[in-house]
């Protein structure tokens, strides 16, 4: 028969074993022991858990690190890459530039070259004593009559494809005309002083004469050996002088201009042509008035861009001025 000491016994252990079976199971640590000398020590204790956040921080960390070095170098490269492509298009625009200056100089040479030939023609004729009616040069003409100075004045364009393309191709029509003058002299000269007459009829809504008495003082075309080109003729004239209408039409601006011409008058005439004065000292008609050829629209002046008493005269074909010469 057990005794009561017996149960105590046995009641207790049951009850260390319940206690011992409930108690959690400590998680393992990892301990790390640090010498600080002096036979200091210093013991850091990191569980799983710990050392899993550790890890982590470390990878996002990496990886923050290599997402701005991508984007470091993406920047950094397109930086350079658009200041190659700038630096590409500044050289390609400074070749077109210079190709443009070339061509220029190129056609104020062929122009040098027709004013010359103008003047052997001129001189043939004169020696032959030929009585032959043939086309004037209006571009010779006109740099002979802009030697002898006078009021010159803008708007000033610089030279672009359009432009010298237009040069081109007056010069083209240029040699066309002395071709045609000296078809007229050779017959001349085949049927012994028998002239060749050319005869034009214009329509009176055609721009045809002067505007105003005067001498050319700049001419249509590149001027200062290519740097300027020049959309009209400069007719330098007295102060004051009438400026009349080239031709019939009707008034579509009358007034002051901010761009250079000063006080000017634009006429709208038949076919997409328009004349354009610029540089009066006063206007005389309105907009929307209808004009005729010869009539007084303006007085000669320097108002605007302007060296001196002048009248800039223009002809322009569906919005693009054109050489005015041959409606003078």
Not at 51 to 75: F, K, M, Q, T
Request: proline share 5%; hydrophobic share 35%; with cysteine.
């Amino acid at each position: 028969m057990m005794t009561e000491e017996k149960r105590r016994h046995k009641k207790k252990n049951a009850k260390d074993l319940e206690k011992t079976a409930k108690k959690p199971e400590a998680a393992p640590k990892w301990i790390i022991t640090l010498e600080r000398g002096a036979g200091k020590k210093h013991i850091l204790k990191l569980t799983p858990l710990m050392l899993r956040y550790g890890l982590l921080s470390i990878v996002i960390l990496a990886l923050l690190l290599i997402v701005s070095c991508g984007l470091s170098g993406y920047l950094l490269f397109s930086r350079q890459s658009s200041q190659q492509t700038i630096e590409a298009l500044q050289k390609a625009n400074a070749i077109q530039q210079q190709q443009l200056v070339e061509l220029a100089q190129k056609a104020t040479q062929l122009q040098g070259q027709l004013d010359k030939l103008n003047g052997e023609e001129n001189e043939l004729k004169a020696l032959s004593n030929l009585g032959v009616d043939t086309k004037k040069d209006p571009d010779a003409a006109a740099a002979a009559a802009a030697q002898s100075g006078g009021g010159q004045g803008g708007p000033w364009i610089a030279p672009d494809y359009q432009n010298i393309s237009a040069v081109f191709d007056n010069i083209e029509k240029r040699i066309k005309l002395h071709e045609k003058n000296l078809a007229l002299i050779r017959q001349a000269l085949l049927k012994q002083r028998q002239s060749g007459t050319l005869i034009t009829q214009k329509v009176v809504t055609t721009p045809s004469g002067w505007p105003a008495h005067g001498t050319i003082s700049s001419p249509y075309g590149f001027r200062w050996h290519g740097t300027d080109f020049h959309p009209g003729v400069d007719i330098a004239a007295d102060y004051g002088t009438p400026i009349r209408a080239t031709a019939d039409g009707v008034v579509t601006a009358a007034g002051w201009n901010s761009g250079g011409y000063g006080n000017m008058v634009d006429i709208r005439h038949a076919s997409g042509l328009l004349t354009r004065y610029g540089h009066a000292s006063s206007v005389v008609v309105h907009i929307g008035q209808h004009v005729k050829r010869g009539q007084i629209i303006a007085y000669v002046g320097s108002t605007g861009y302007s060296t001196g008493p002048h009248v800039h005269y223009e002809v322009r074909l569906n919005g693009r001025p054109i050489d005015p010469m041959p409606y003078l």
